[in-house]
DNA sequence: GTCTATAAAAAGATAGAC
DNA sequence: GTCTATCTTTTTATAGAC
């Protein structure tokens, strides 16, 4: 497949960014296009609908979940650690795209709710080797649920109640001792 | 304070179910008015503003809030497992508050994210004598969000995969364990 | 590929009748 | 208290020039 167009891809990441900093109601095409600094007229070249454009953006977190599975595969500090450390978000892509994700599934767009429940069945599979019991492996993903959920919501508030550093070294190896 | 009138609380249940069923984009003033049975003028007598029936919306929450802190301080089976077990919703007042709320945090209202943020310290502070530490308290909390993330997405979706039954007091168990 | 111009519908809000 | 009518702005989308 050949390279996607710069413009194409300024397009989409204005609207990831809008659907993150500002919302579902605020990401509009005419908002992304300005982001993107094109027209509205050269945006829908790229993406014909609105739909269009949000279904690009679950292909993307597609893609990047597929790199991560992998990454977790091969941590030296193990699936578990790995999962819960990167479950504290810092921004890169892939967090970018699962809370773009979730900001649609939460306005009702049917294919980001399947798009994150495909995620997150992935990651259950991944860990599933590494963990005691189902109920071991449940703890587990919900505690990184609970860690996303924080980042997704503070993400223009106030620095999040999310633990890092030496509160977040506790918190992993005191999840581990519980599952494993 | 006198007793909020009919119409009013009708107005405020629909324009709730609708941010709860179809998201913040699709809770408008419009369609909030229909599903109450009333007209944009009756709605907008009660609530002058978009803001304001957000407002009230938040001011519903927070008198849930205390009921619930209330109920967790005096519960038989401890404050830990009635709130973990709480923490799976099952559509009473308090859950549906909490995700309209939550929707609109996430389409960046500010008075909304301010809300959660001390829904959340009120929880902390309830919860904090009955675990070990700093990061026990930080894992109960983690659970119990990751748990009402679930929920929140799963809302229209396919039933999430949130424990029930033997499998939620199995986790109970195990938080418990971890924590006390 | 990218633009401007424009249409059609929906959103928030005002004015005033009943 | 509740209604209809109307206005303004925004949002999605189309048409067609460059």
Redesign the pocket.
């Known amino acids: 497949m050949g390279r996607p167009?710069?413009?194409?891809e300024s397009v989409l990441d204005a609207f990831e960014r809008l659907l993150i900093d500002d919302g579902e109601?605020?990401a509009?095409?005419?908002?992304a296009?300005r982001a993107a600094?094109?027209?509205?007229?050269?945006?829908?070249?790229?993406f014909?609908?609105?739909?269009a454009l949000e279904q690009a953006l679950l292909e993307r977190l597609a893609a990047l979940v597929d790199a991560d599975v992998n990454d977790m595969a091969t941590a030296p500090e193990g699936a578990v650690a790995f999962f819960l450390r990167t479950s504290v978000m810092d921004g890169d892509p892939l967090d970018r795209a699962l809370i773009a994700a979730s900001r649609l599934a939460q306005g009702g767009h049917p294919g980001a709710g399947e798009a994150l429940r495909q995620v997150r069945s992935r990651w259950e599979q991944a860990l599933r080797p590494h963990v005691r019991d189902e109920i071991a492996l449940a703890l587990v993903l919900l505690v990184s649920d609970g860690l996303y959920f924080n980042n997704a919501l503070g993400v223009s508030g106030a620095a999040g109640p999310v633990p890092r550093g030496t509160a977040l070294d506790a918190l992993v190896a005191l999840v581990e001792s519980a599952v494993r």
């Open positions: 167009p710069r413009a194409r109601r605020a509009t095409m005419d908002a296009a600094g094109v027209s509205k007229g050269g945006l829908l070249y790229h014909a609908s609105k739909d």
